[in-house]
């Protein structure tokens, strides 16, 4: 089983729509985890972290799930400005993980 | 808001020849790292830095590399002798505390010919 792992997508959705994204990892010690968001050939950049109580921010919920060890990314309201490539990333006694990420296209 | 900043944005150099590649962690941030992406492909660790020494690497930076902080502010990664493969967009970061919300730079796409 791959550490992080993604489905890469495309997910197509239409503004407004409602999509949700999951992330399997397979090192159960892992133990911060976040969601990044990367735009075509520019940089990752942090989008939320994600708590064991799950955690929102606007339109974004995240959820983690330690039995079933694997994290998820809810987004409410698609915005056409919601198309990107979301990476889960995990971090534990090693350095952040990226996952492959799932990409996004909200379409009007 | 502060950033990370890496110079030069595209590098371009011949098989064999050596490049360093420079960025300007945030102010007062302790941990460093480089991260690398192959175009299509995923970002990959490569290593991080934290006290003026190397405290983790992945299989990917071998003698090839070398990091060093040469004075207060900047962090260079090195690739010795470069490779066709070695092509990809190389991302430095930096975080307040190990392993907890990196930051990235722009990144410096590198291709070797």
């Known amino acids: 089983r791959k550490e992080v792992e993604q489905d890469p997508g495309p997910f197509n959705v239409p503004e407004g729509a409602t999509v949700a994204f999951n992330c399997t990892y397979s090192?159960?010690?892992?133990?911060?985890f976040f969601w990044y968001r990367q735009d075509c050939r520019k940089e990752p950049k942090l989008l939320m972290s994600v708590y064991s109580s799950g955690n929102e921010d606007g339109r974004f919920t995240a959820q983690l799930n330690r039995a079933s060890q694997y994290i998820s990314l809810l987004i409410r309201d698609s915005k056409l400005s919601d198309s990107a490539t979301y990476l889960c990333a995990l971090a534990g006694r090693r350095a952040l993980t990226f996952g492959s990420g799932t990409r996004l296209q909200v379409q009007p | 808001e502060p950033e990370v900043t890496q110079t030069p944005s595209h590098q371009v150099t011949q098989m064999g020849q050596e490049v360093i590649l420079r960025c300007v962690p945030i102010?007062?941030?302790?941990?460093f790292y480089w991260y690398r992406q192959i175009l299509g492909q995923k970002v990959e660790f490569l290593v991080s830095f934290y006290n003026n020494e190397i405290s983790e690497k992945s299989e990917i930076f071998d003698d090839q590399f070398s990091v060093e902080r040469p004075d207060g502010s900047n962090f260079t990664l090195k690739i010795r002798s470069t490779k066709l493969e070695d092509s990809a967009m190389y991302f430095c970061a930096s975080s307040g505390q190990g392993n907890e919300k990196l930051f990235f730079g722009s990144g410096t796409q590198l291709s070797v010919l």
């Open positions: 102010s007062n941030h302790l941990y």
């Open positions: 090192n159960s010690a892992s133990q911060s």
